[in-house]
């Protein structure tokens, strides 16, 4: 470091040899032989004895602390300071320059080369070293005043720094000139590279030449109108001239190194032209190590950059390529690329001119690298905001790169409108990259036969467009909108099995788009689920597959306000969902990939439940669900009862025996269905929530839930009598027996009018003593468990009979585990009832149903013309008992009467007293 109004240097280190320079020095002619006398600690110095040193340096080692020395330069017209070394440890160790003027500068620390100028024709120089100077650390420096600013890196020299020379303010209007040399052993090329370049309001320049003269090749001029950038050469000798005014100096600074010559080039390109291709030495064979390459590639003012890497395979300790975003070593990494590379970027810059640089230290090598690159005049890289809309254009170009970037809270984002200058077929390709690292797999692929892209986005903060063939159109052209907003607004889910999806921003994007490769079969789909979607501002959320104008169609747009809601779709196309609202609302979604909607029952119980996909939660809508059952044996019936049946419009579950031409019924919205006995344990259970397309209500509901029982005997009885009895009848029942008769009488057909009827059963009550909680029948009125349960106990007769209210009857027997079951029979007839014997809803009139003040029609018929003088059972009864009752009271009061009389004749007179 140092101390002054000088600017500030950037550290580093100088490793030169005094001697080797000096030699050099006279060779070249810039000193005479003089000049190489040296003063130790202080003395006097001129333009012809002008080198000092530190103490002790010519015998190579540190100066001592405690030391002060003191140097007085005398030079009339001026002088230029050079320090080619300059290491002090920063314990209280300094130099301090003084002119006739006052101190320029206190200077500590450790510092690069560096040069100051001074207009006096005397200039002091004072070492200071504190008490503390710290062991083992190199301290040494090495000067030299001079006429000139001139300074040579020697042979030997493998990095070195320029810069402005440091000076007061100056009101002179003299010009200057300083010259660096640069000469390398023979092989060897030169990069000098600015790390500050400013030339505002001055009229220096920066001249540099391939040789030591200027009448070398001109490699470079640079001034205010005319910006630095790096300038390299393969030869080993390179000028560099800078012209200033005191008055006005520009601020420089600057670094060259020694390259390997054969790797050390200029690279030219042509605007439009066919790639260049840059490889690694002897690729693909191994290259070598201890490799310096530097390439500096350039192409018209107009024009941008784009690389294309090929290959890069390269050694696992250190060996790197560096790809610079500008002519700079100081400018941004555009990539550093080592060891073997699967992924290969495409780089874009919005700068005419880059730099790349190749290392490989001294240790092991592989196969090496190759790259394309080539200039464009359409293209870059666009860097859009959240408030901004970029647009672009492609055309009149057969290859075209564009970069998006925005800052790290952004994302960007692609809109396209439909064209009339796009055209429907040709060449022409588009292809969205989610950053330049990714190219071997595209988000989007848009071709003129597919239509535009709408929208496209990428999650991170990089886009690449690559666009090829549009220079096959005459007027063809297509514009796009770019944009950018807040990170995480849109998501782009891709080559994953499941993920999820939250937002609330007013307009919110999400692409699910999974690898198909991963995937078992075709039947795979994706099960897309919504959850909690707001009730207040009801999002409109719009759901649709393929992303492209021509191949794209709706699956579903529909409100949100729902609790939860499903959809399976095609794994085929990506699908796009949007949501929107007027406000910024929560929401939550999710998807993952499942194999098939279709499942195997567990039977192993002999019961269990077939319930619909995520019972009791809705189930998906768009999908075609099997559930199939299979016991142990196909010949085993099946019992199903519906327990829950809810669907939506147009939904239907369908149950259907694998055997062919066997039962096959649909369910839809409504009652729950009878219950069913199946003639095998093998079937199947059918959910179609398809939708006609595009779904605009997504209403859906719980779905159903069906219960059954594979059974050991029973089935449908459909005849006009029969029998149905315990398995082996009149033994005794094994253990663990099922049975479930369900008895449909046929109806009787009477001209073109169909009456009802009724089944009887005939049941031995002394049979059913033996019921106990494990062991028992239960008879249900009607076709489903949901019917009136019998009371079977009070059946005691040996002929006790049962008729039902409709035409059918369940007739279930249950033999416990580990218990012996009693055996039954039951016999069944048909009752066929007549015209006048039907109540109006059409059930058949039982005789003992009528004006007994029970509706047991259920709409009232047995309870109607009561009134009318029909004398029913009831009514005659109740007459009867009237009567019979009205003739003993009557008897009661004669008889009373009678006795009262005779009393009252026999004892008059007492009667009389009494009376009195």
């Not at 100096?249 to 790639?275: A, D, M, Q, S, Y």
């Not at 005049?377 to 647009?391: A, H, L, Y």
């Amino acid at each position: 470091m140092y101390r002054g109004s000088s600017p500030k240097f950037m550290m580093g280190k100088q490793h030169s040899n005094l001697i080797t320079m000096l030699q050099f020095l006279l060779l070249a002619g810039f000193v005479n032989a003089d000049f190489i006398s040296t003063t130790d600690c202080g003395g006097k110095l001129t333009s012809s004895k002008g080198v000092f040193i530190s103490p002790n340096y010519a015998a190579g080692g540190p100066y001592d602390s405690n030391t002060e020395c003191t140097w007085f330069a005398t030079i009339p017209d001026g002088m230029f300071l050079v320090f080619d070394e300059f290491y002090l440890d920063g314990s209280g160790d300094k130099i301090v320059v003084e002119d006739e003027d006052g101190i320029i500068g206190t200077y500590l620390g450790i510092q690069h080369n560096f040069i100051i100028q001074t207009l006096s024709g005397k200039l002091n120089i004072t070492f200071t070293s504190g008490n503390d100077s710290r062991s083992g650390l190199s301290r040494k420096f090495k000067g030299a005043v001079q006429e000139e600013c001139k300074t040579i890196f020697s042979l030997d020299t493998p990095f070195g720094y320029i810069s402005t020379p440091i000076l007061k303010n100056q009101n002179e209007s003299q010009s200057f000139v300083c010259t660096w040399l640069v000469s390398s052993p023979l092989k060897l090329g030169s990069i000098l590279s600015f790390d500050n370049a400013n030339f505002t309001d001055t009229a220096a320049t920066v001249m540099v030449y391939e040789g030591i003269s200027e009448g070398g090749l001109l490699l470079a001029k640079f001034s205010e109108s005319n910006p630095v950038h790096a300038v390299v050469t393969n030869t080993n000798q390179m000028l560099i001239e800078l012209t200033y005014h005191v008055a006005s100096p520009p601020v420089i600074t600057g670094l060259f190194r020694t390259t390997t010559g054969e790797c050390t080039k200029v690279v030219k390109l042509t605007t439009n032209g066919e790639p260049t291709t840059i490889s690694s030495i002897g690729y693909p064979k191994q290259y070598l190590n201890d490799l310096n390459c530097w390439w500096l590639v350039e192409a018209d003012d107009n024009c941008m950059l784009v690389v294309q890497v090929k290959d890069v395979n390269l050694s696992d300790d250190e060996d790197s390529l560096v790809f610079y975003s500008a002519a700079s070593r100081s400018s941004e990494y555009l990539a550093e690329l080592s060891g073997l590379s699967l992924e290969l970027p495409v780089l874009v810059t919005d700068s005419n001119m880059m730099l790349v640089s190749f290392t490989s230290s001294d240790m092991g090598i592989t196969g090496g690298f190759s790259f394309d690159i080539f200039a464009q005049d359409i293209g870059g890289v666009i860097r859009p905001s959240e408030s901004e809309v970029i647009n672009i254009t492609l055309q009149e170009n057969n290859r075209i790169f564009h970069l998006v970037q925005t800052d790290g809270l952004l994302q960007p984002v692609v809109t396209q409108l439909p064209q009339g200058n796009y055209p429907n077929n040709g060449n022409i390709s588009v292809k969205f990259y989610q950053d330049s690292t990714t190219t071997n797999d595209p988000l989007v692929s848009q071709t003129p036969e597919d239509g535009i892209v709408p929208v496209i986005f990428s999650n991170t903060r990089t886009m690449l467009i690559i666009a090829t063939g549009f220079d096959e159109l005459v007027n063809g052209s297509l514009t796009m909108q770019v944009t950018a907003v807040k990170s995480g607004t849109h998501l782009y889910s891709r080559n994953v099995m499941g993920a999820s999806f939250s937002g609330d921003a007013q307009e919110n994007y999400w692409i699910v788009n999974p690898k198909t490769t991963q995937v078992k079969d075709s039947t795979s789909m994706i099960e897309l689920t919504f959850q909690d979607l707001p009730v207040s501002g009801v999002p409109q959320v719009t759901i649709g597959q393929g992303l492209s104008t021509n191949t794209s169609h709706n699956i579903a747009s529909f409100s949100g306000s729902t609790k939860e809601l499903s959809l399976h779709i095609p794994l085929a196309d990506p699908v796009l969902i949007k949501f929107e609202s007027d406000e910024p609302l929560p929401f939550f979604a999710s998807y993952h990939i499942i194999d098939s909607c279709s499942e195997m029952v567990d039977s192993s119980m002999g019961y269990g439940s077939i319930t619909s996909l995520h019972f009791p939660s809705a189930y998906p809508l768009n999908s075609v669900c099997d559930q199939t059952l299979k016991a142990k044996s196909a010949n085993q019936k099946t019992y199903l009862t519906f327990d829950i049946l809810k669907l939506a419009q147009s939904h239907s579950v369908q149950i259907t025996e694998v055997a062919k031409g066997g039962f096959n019924a649909m369910y839809k919205v409504g009652d729950l269905p009878n219950d069913i006995v199946l003639s095998t344990s093998n079937f199947k259970v059918t959910l179609n929530s398809e939708m006609k397309m595009p779904i605009t209500n997504a209403a859906t509901d719980q779905g159903y839930k069906i219960d059954f029982t594979v059974l050991d005997c029973g089935g449908n009885l459909t005849a006009t009598k029969g029998k149905m009895s315990s398995p082996g009848f009149p033994k005794k029942a094994s253990a663990s027996v099922t049975c479930v008769w369900i008895v449909t009488v046929p109806l009787k057909v009477k001209g073109s009018k169909a009456l009802p009827s009724t089944a009887v059963l005939q049941i031995n009550g002394t049979q059913l003593k033996g019921q106990t909680k494990s062991n028992y029948i239960e008879i249900y009125d009607g076709p489903s468990v949901r019917s009136a349960l019998v009371n079977t106990s009070t059946m005691t007769s040996e002929k006790a009979t049962f008729e039902s209210r409709g035409q059918s009857i369940i007739v279930k027997y249950v033999n416990g585990k580990g218990q012996t079951g009693f055996p039954f029979e039951i016999s069944y007839s048909t009752h066929d009832c007549t015209a006048d014997e039907v109540c109006h809803n059409g059930i058949c009139l039982h005789d003992d149903w009528r004006c007994d003040d029970i509706d047991q029609c259920g709409d009232s018929t047995d309870e109607q013309n009561c009134d009318t003088g029909l004398v029913t059972k009831k009514t005659l009864g109740w007459s009867i008992f009237g009567g019979m009752l009205a003739t003993v009271v009557l008897i009661v009061v004669m008889t009373i009467v009678y006795i009262k009389y005779k009393q009252r004749k026999n004892n008059y007179g007492r009667l009389e007293t009494i009376n009195t």
